[in-house]
């Protein structure tokens, strides 16, 4: 037999063995499903093809809604310095308006969560809310662009030993990785770092490092049928022993925790931090304006940070404290004038989530003016 009979003959073996390991997949998408607080469907996927294509088409499925997680935790050093320190992980988009479900170790303790998305963009996101016994987190954007790409959810309970997964994260901070294996047990039990005990977990061979914690474990139809959180190793890499949350309680537990942050009013939000310039402050910085807020910090993704506002880059220690100083003024909102960092708050916050404003401001010398549409948060 030649070699290429004989590659197509493994090839249709193993499409066999595939389509029917996911039999069970099929009966499931033709059974109604029960309102969640996702609404969107998803079509059968064909399986067909060699392995190559079905895994490539499953990843492009699925890698466009998986994000890149950075946590940083504000801690104090010896002068009583802000010493900043950084996690990464992975997740998934769950929403087109920005939750995301992760682990909840990826974001445990985090005082500032940053979200990057497959296309390159960062958002600020914020905790809605976490189980640590099941090592589940949901986030969500703040102020999150439109149609963002949503990972389509699969079922757990119908899974086997031996189907083909892939897991996709961002192992040492590699975006979208992917890699493959197959189910290698069901319902496995270990204990999380925190001392609780999962259990029902899905293990698989499919390499899992430091970084896809919070990914997608996904099916050959390009469903997420887990969450990828752990792994049985003696030197800190993968060794083929992985372990990830079934997707159906995953979902259990996001949605009651969506469902409970959508109910829950939410307030105005520009994104930026800053100092009140007074008088003294713009002779020692020899400053074109005696009175304004002053910015220090554009948080990524936010509504000041899409209208082109920029922050300070120099530090200075003024009074005995650390300042950040060279960013624009800002000396009026629609007109109102800003003479301090709390007249902007509360010209802010008389406004409302997604209302336009007009922003006039000094950088340079130069008096400018941009508009910026305000998110919102909790």
């Known amino acids: 037999m030649g070699s290429e009979k004989l590659f197509k003959l493994i090839s249709l073996i193993l499409v066999a063995l595939v389509a029917g390991a996911a039999g069970g997949y099929f009966a499931a998408l033709s059974m109604p499903k029960k309102e969640e607080v996702r609404v969107e469907r998803y079509e059968v996927v064909n399986i067909t093809g060699s392995l190559d294509e079905v895994v490539n088409r499953a990843y492009q499925r699925v890698s466009p809604s998986v994000v890149h997680i950075t946590s940083t935790v504000l801690k104090r050093g010896f002068f009583f310095e802000v010493i900043p320190q950084r996690g990464t992980g992975s997740g998934i988009l769950v929403s087109s308006d920005g939750y995301v479900l992760t682990n909840n170790h990826v974001i445990e303790n985090a005082d500032q969560i940053e979200v990057t998305l497959s296309n390159g963009e960062r958002y600020e996101a914020e905790l809605v809310g976490s189980d640590p016994a099941n090592d ?3 986030i969500r954007l703040l102020n999150p662009p439109d149609n963002l790409p949503v990972a389509p959810l699969g079922d757990s309970s119908k899974l086997r030993i031996g189907e083909f997964v892939i897991a996709i994260g961002n192992p040492f901070g590699l975006d979208r990785t992917a890699t493959l294996g197959i189910i290698s047990s069901l319902n496995r ?3 999380s770092g925190k001392g609780y005990v999962m259990h029902g977990l899905i293990q ?3 390499s899992i490092n430091p970084g ?8 050959l139809q390009g469903e997420v ?3 990828n959180t752990a792994i049985l190793t003696t030197s800190g890499g993968s060794i083929g022993i992985g372990f990830a949350i079934p997707i159906n309680r995953a979902r259990e537990i996001m949605q009651r925790m969506i469902e409970e942050d959508r109910e829950i009013e939410r307030r105005p939000w520009l994104g930026i931090s800053g100092v009140t310039v007074t ?3 713009a002779r020692v910085l020899n400053l074109p304006v005696k009175e304004g807020a002053m910015v220090v910090e554009v948080v990524p993704g936010s509504p000041a940070d899409r209208a082109g506002l920029r922050a300070g880059e120099v530090q200075i220690i003024y009074r005995g404290y650390i300042l950040t100083i060279g ?3 800002i000396v009026e909102i629609d007109g109102e004038k800003v003479d301090s960092m709390e007249r902007l708050v509360d010209i802010i916050s008389r406004k409302k989530v997604g209302q336009e404003i007009e922003i006039t401001f000094v950088r340079g010398g130069e008096l400018m003016k941009t508009r910026a549409k305000l998110g919102g948060r909790k």
């Open 212 to 219: 896809n914690s919070g990914g997608p474990l996904v099916n």
């Open 204 to 206: 698989t061979d499919a």
């Open 189 to 191: 039990s270990i204990r």
């Open 327 to 329: 960013g624009d003024i």
């Open 225 to 227: 049928i887990g969450i």
């Open 136 to 138: 589940i987190a949901v």
């Open 279 to 281: 008088e003294e402050l």
